[in-house]
């Protein structure tokens, strides 16, 4: 790519923009731990929420995205549309619970809800197992694809990348704290959407003038989705490429929206597996059942049971109807111009043959940006990498320093001290996600491997809000199997596919923790009857602490509001999903005009459901404190 001196002009702005306001906050950040990792637990709703969806918005996730539309179509990402149900969930049956247990890091809670030396060594084995091993493959994942992006665009080894990245994110995170990341978090949000809205416009340029003999996006809309609407992708055997054809039913269709449920082992993975199991029992960063990880960070920053709320929704909301068809579109216009890796490889002859896969085509379009648009998009690609590495390493320093330096090592030396190792830890935490980022290969792979890991651990992480039986026992059950069947499920059934496998883990880990819940030592009554006095958790499974607690079941339910939660539970999933799916079907429309009574059907769920979820907000709002 062609970068001329207005790009780079744009690029330095972008940076100067995005950082500049942070060097101001450093001050205040290093003032105590709880500025440092906390933003001193004043963090209003709306900044809480764009942070979170920025910092799940990543370099590695327009790439990823990219690879399930050109190997499964738009459906397979139900892979995370799923996610739904999970992230709602945490608004309407967790956040205000997070906020009120009062914690810095979501790993003190442990310490909160169980009792015994168990609930110290969980706190403590999982802060080194999340902020260290699991953090850093996350940022493995991240820099991955900074890695590949900038060898397409640029022909920059990874080591090259990984330098100019680090030094500019490690010295932010280690300055600036949570408030740094905070407001770099609002600016990159608003310039990597314009750099992903202007991505998939000048993509659609291109498709117009090769499709359609004009360089006109409009044009060249209609006349992807008029020859889309034809195609479908079949699945290579083993690890074959998937291969475009003539829609015949033997395939899953590019532009379908569901599966091809007749192509029952596909179905299984993108859709099946994904909306009945992995929602509620896989634990998934940003997408946690009962919340937790940096999601958690933000709740518990927050200055109210209100923010913690109004935030959450918010990030759903931007989560998933903003973001994902930008990033749909450029993908759809890459099986046009790069039908192949071929042909990828062919476009960039210079590139690492190692780096190139289905995921460098998103990159790869990049090409078709105009001056000026190209260094947007470099700046915003600079961005989303950023408020990703940044929260990680932030959240990834808080637990090691936190939950374990602190509470195991040294316990009593001033706060100076703590967020002085935390400028520390950040370093360490880049270079040891650097290392493991030269051992991966896509994006993919990386998803999976974390679903594997996690698997049935996450029913285990609601069940804790609302079952006094559950344990620090069931907890250290939970990781050790888990751990155990992603090593060895896959080698003792070789032949079967992830979603097989990975409801034998599910089913195996869930097993167990639950014969942990029955026949395991139980929590100290008193650790349960001061953590229903503290957060007021409702439902059956906590009648007996309740009582003892001396709370009446009126003030709970006054302070939980099961019912409205449910109803905003229901409403806030039809939102998203019918939102997502209208505009998908508008965009449709231009070339496919059978889409129309699709695309104004679901305009109209979109409307009721969003009334009755406003109304539903508004409620527990004004409940909340």
């Known amino acids: 790519m062609i970068v001329s001196w207005i790009d ?26 709880t500025e440092f990792f906390a933003s001193g637990r004043s963090v209003p709703w709306w900044l809480a929420g764009l942070s979170m969806v920025a910092t799940t918005f990543s370099s590695d996730t327009p790439n990823w995205v990219t690879e399930q539309v050109r190997r499964y179509g738009v459906a397979g990402n139900w892979q995370w549309w799923a996610f739904v149900l999970t992230g709602i969930a945490t608004v309407f049956f967790f956040a205000r619970m997070w906020r009120r247990s009062g914690v810095l890091t979501d790993l003190e809670f442990y310490e909160l809800r169980y009792s015994g030396k168990e609930a110290s060594w969980v706190r403590g084995f999982r802060a080194v197992y999340l902020g260290l091993f699991f953090n850093c493959f996350i940022m493995g994942m991240v820099t991955l694809a900074a890695c590949k992006i900038a060898n397409i665009l640029f022909g920059l080894a990874p080591w090259q990348t990984i330098l100019l990245t680090g030094v500019l994110n490690v010295v932010f995170a280690a300055h600036s704290g949570l408030w740094g990341v905070l407001v770099i978090d609002m600016i990159q949000f608003f310039i990597k959407m314009t750099a992903v809205f202007a991505a998939a416009w000048f993509s659609l340029v291109e498709v117009g003038r090769r499709l359609a003999g004009a360089p006109d996006a409009w044009l060249g809309l209609k006349a992807l989705i008029g020859t889309l609407a034809t195609q479908q992708v079949v699945q290579g055997a083993g690890d074959a490429q998937p291969v475009m054809s003539m829609k015949d039913g033997s395939g899953q269709p590019i532009l379908d ?44 920053a927050s200055k109210s049971e209100k923010d913690s709320l109004g935030g959450t929704l918010f990030f759903n909301l931007a989560h998933y109807v903003l973001r994902p068809w930008p990033w749909i ?63 990680h390493l932030n959240w990834g320093s808080s ?18 001290h703590y967020v002085a190792a935390g400028r520390l830890t950040t370093v360490f935490l880049f270079a040891f996600s650097a290392l493991l980022s030269l051992g991966m290969s896509s994006a993919q792979q990386a998803f999976q491997v974390l ?17 006094w039986r559950v344990s620090a026992w069931c907890e250290i059950v939970a990781m050790a199997v888990s751990l155990i069947t992603s090593l060895a499920v896959p080698r003792l059934m070789p032949d079967a596919g992830f979603a097989v496998t990975t409801i034998v883990q599910v089913g195996l880990t ?17 650790t349960l009857v ?5 957060v007021k958790p409702a439902g059956p499974g906590w009648t007996a602490q309740r009582a003892a ?8 339910s006054r302070e939980n509001q099961l019912g409205t939660s449910f109803l905003g539970w229901v409403a806030g999933c039809v939102v998203i999903w019918s939102s997502l799916f209208a505009i998908g079907n508008f965009l449709y429309l231009p070339g496919d005009p059978t889409r129309a009574t699709n695309a104004w059907t679901l305009g109209a769920i979109f409307v009721v459901s969003g009334v009755v979820l406003l109304q539903v907000t508004r409620k527990l709002w004004s409940a909340a404190k």
């Not at 607690?549 to 709970?556: K, N, P, T």
């Open 8 to 33: 780079w002009a744009i690029v330095a702005l972008t940076i100067l923009v995005c950082f500049v306001p942070a060097l101001f906050l450093a001050k205040r950040s290093a003032s105590s731990t």
């Open 451 to 467: 679903l594997s890991i996690g698997a049935g651990t996450g029913l285990l992480y609601i069940a804790r809000w609302v079952w």
């Open 329 to 391: 579109i450029t993908a759809l216009c890459s099986i046009i111009v790069y039908p192949d890796l071929a042909s990828i490889k062919a476009a960039f002859p210079t590139a690492d043959a190692s780096l190139i896969g289905h995921d460098s085509a998103f990159p790869a379009m990049l090409k078709f940006l105009p001056v000026g648009f190209v260094g947007l998009m470099i700046g915003g690609l600079l961005a989303a990498n950023s408020s990703t590495i940044l929260t």
């Open 510 to 526: 869930t097993l167990a923790w639950l014969i942990t819940a029955f026949v395991g030592p139980v929590t100290q009554q008193e």
């Open 530 to 534: 001061a953590f229903v006095r503290k």
């Open 549 to 556: 607690a001396g709370l009446s079941d009126i003030e709970v």
């Open 257 to 300: 929206m569901m599966p091809n449920f007749a192509m029952s082992d596909l179905a299984l993975m993108i859709f099946i597996l994904p909306i009945a199991i992995s929602w509620w029992a896989n634990w998934y960063p940003g997408a946690e059942p009962g919340g937790g990880s940096y999601i958690a960070q933000r709740m518990l």
């Open 399 to 416: 637990y090691l320093v936190h939950d374990f330096y602190r509470r195991f090592i040294r316990r009593d030396a001033p706060d100076a």
